[in-house]
């Protein structure tokens, strides 16, 4: 089955700096890509996605890139603001099928 | 539109209890539904989906259980718990052929002591 990696488990940067966090996915057949942001206590929401015809997608301050050849993905986060704090988890799913295999999730502390 | 509920929203359980935990879906028919589990500090783990009445297919194995009654019903039991059960559970939902967002409940504080 599929195997997502997700790097950093914890993140600080400061205020206003960029934030990057970056996932592999082992099998080829995955061809959709979203990101979901989990605040404190709450239920996660879905950030951005890309899917595989594409190699970036872009949205205002969050743009997320792929890279298929070597399998992977990164969610990038420019201009970072606190409310930015929260834990961010990556996600593939493939083509044929019905399971969305998530990373373990990157906690993104935002320093004002 | 569609919305998700789970019930109930905390609930503490003494080891060896069972367990019914319940996810509806409105707004939507022949949906996906998704049980995760999310431990302190950690990631989503996929334990049970559905792709329709009564089909349920398993990732982990465990002393958990799930069931789809009805297209938009979606329940997870046990029928004793472990102090390893303790976690947050989500569900989930997601529009039948996958490939596209997956849309979560508020999910369940379970607390086994």
């Known amino acids: 089955g599929e195997n997502v990696e997700q790097h950093p488990s914890t993140l600080s940067v400061q205020e206003g700096d960029s934030a990057v966090i970056k996932c592999t996915y082992s099998d080829s057949a995955s061809n959709y890509f979203p990101w979901y942001k989990q605040e ?41 603001q606190p409310e930015d704090s929260a834990v961010y988890f990556c996600a593939a799913s ?4 019905n399971q969305f295999y998530f990373g373990t999730g990157t906690s993104l502390t935002v320093i004002p | 539109s569609q919305t998700i509920h789970q019930w109930p929203a905390t609930l503490v359980q003494p080891v060896g209890s ?8 409105e707004g939507t028919s022949n949906p996906n539904l998704y049980w995760y589990r999310q431990a302190a500090g950690r990631g989503l783990q996929l334990l049970f989906y559905s792709v329709g009445i009564g089909q349920i297919s398993s990732e982990v194995p465990q002393n958990l259980s799930a069931s789809r009654p009805q297209d938009r019903q979606f329940i997870l039991s046990s029928k004793k718990l472990l102090l390893s059960d303790s ?4 569900c989930a939902w ?4 996958g490939r596209n967002e997956q849309f979560f409940g508020p999910g369940t504080r379970l607390t086994v002591l």
């Open chain 1, 94 to 97: 493939m083509e044929t099928g």
């Open chain 2, 18 to 25: 069972p367990l019914s935990l319940e996810c509806t879906v």
């Open chain 2, 94 to 97: 997601s529009v039948r052929g």
């Open chain 1, 40 to 80: 404190l206590g709450k239920r996660p929401q879905l950030i951005i996605d890309i899917r595989s015809n594409v190699g970036e997608k872009k949205d205002q301050r969050i743009a997320v890139t792929l890279n298929k050849t070597a399998k992977h993905f990164s969610l990038h986060i420019t201009e970072t």
């Open chain 2, 87 to 90: 976690g947050f559970y989500l």
